[in-house]
């Protein structure tokens, strides 16, 4: 196999392990196979195959699938930090120049 066909089987098993790991809420699993996908990327970068252009083309349509998981994740964390009285940071900047942040809260029970 060519250096860029290991490259593309590499890049392969990052995009399963990095769909796995979505699936399984597996926050480490996420980084280590974002890390190997961007690695399996850069060596691609630098050596690919035209002959892989169909293997290439179905791994970006993996890709594009984990990151429609992934967004769908976010909403999903996004929706249950809103009902626990917790709101997404979104960048603000004050008067001064510092970034504020307002937190609305939530009652849950009253004891």
Known sequence: MSDSGSSVERLALALADERDALIGGDADSLLRATREKLAALHALETDIDPGLAGRIA???ELNRANGALLARRRREVNWALRH???TESAPAYDASG???QALNTRQ???A
């Open 58 to 60: 179905e791994l970006a």
């Open 84 to 86: 626990l009285g917790r």
């Open 98 to 100: 510092g970034v504020e």
């Open 108 to 110: 849950l029970a009253v």
